[in-house]
């Protein structure tokens, strides 16, 4: 069974300053590992993926995210935080084995401060 | 291009009722799925079509909630006999399919509930 792990429900940084979301994953074989963004009322928007190649992966808005095989995880970060980057994120995996359904993890509320 | 559509975009409907969700996929996206989030988690994945088939339906919850694809684009999900627990926002999403791991582009819901 695959499983994806969010261990912080909020995390709250300062405009401009650099922001981290953690997520570590488990998943028999090799992962494919996506972040999703949900603003109130809206749906899931794709923000990036790591599917094989180079660890670093960048995405929409400035974000990338750094795959680490050693650790399963794969942190999303971002170098400026801005105002509107608030909103609720999700890591999700599935593996190469052909099943398509993604695990999600609980989701993370980041809070960017002016 | 239009991304994925879903109707309607809230439904209210009393416990014991038949309800129908219908999604409107990409164009020229083979691949469809459903997902239920509950407030507060994360999306739970409900079944999968390739073209008109589901080729994974592991995650209906029971025999209740059936899906269909008749023509390999619009997809309605059927809940039979709802329940208080049905209440959640029900998400589809359509992706290309192939070899690659692409990426599922998600519409935005069909909150359900059941009163």
């Known amino acids: 069974a695959q499983s994806v792990a969010q261990p912080e429900d909020q995390v709250n940084v300062a405009e401009g300053n650099p922001l981290t979301v953690k997520c570590t994953y488990s998943?028999?074989?090799?992962?494919?590992l996506f972040w999703y963004v949900q603003y109130p009322n809206r749906g899931l928007q794709f923000l990036l993926k790591?599917?094989?190649?180079?660890?670093l992966v960048k995405g929409s808005y400035g974000f990338e995210a750094e795959f680490n095989k050693s650790q399963t995880s794969f942190h999303l970060k971002k170098p400026s935080a801005l105002v509107s980057d608030s909103a609720l994120y999700f890591c999700?995996?599935?593996?190469?084995?052909?099943?398509?359904?993604?695990?999600f993890g609980s989701g993370t509320r980041l809070q960017v401060q002016p | 291009g239009a991304g994925v559509s879903q109707t309607p975009s809230n439904k209210v409907t009393e416990k014991g009722k038949y309800v129908e969700l219908r999604c409107d996929p990409i164009?020229?996206?083979?691949?469809l799925y459903w997902y239920r989030q509950s407030l507060g988690q994360g999306p739970e994945f409900l079944i999968y079509?390739?073209?008109?088939?589901?080729?994974?339906d592991s995650g209906l919850p029971n025999d209740r909630f059936f899906a269909v694809r008749p023509e390999g684009s619009v997809s309605t999900l059927k809940i039979q006999r709802t329940e208080r627990g049905d209440s959640a926002v029900y998400l589809c999403?359509?992706?290309?399919?192939?070899?690659?791991?692409?990426?599922?582009?998600f519409g935005p819901g069909t909150r359900l509930t059941v009163t």
């Open positions: 999403a359509s992706s290309l399919t192939g070899s690659e791991g692409y990426e599922q582009y």
């Open positions: 998943v028999s074989g090799n992962p494919y």
């Open positions: 790591y599917i094989t190649g180079d660890n």
């Open positions: 999700a995996v599935r593996d190469d084995t052909g099943r398509r359904a993604l695990t």
């Open positions: 164009s020229g996206h083979t691949a």
């Open positions: 079509f390739q073209g008109t088939g589901a080729a994974d």
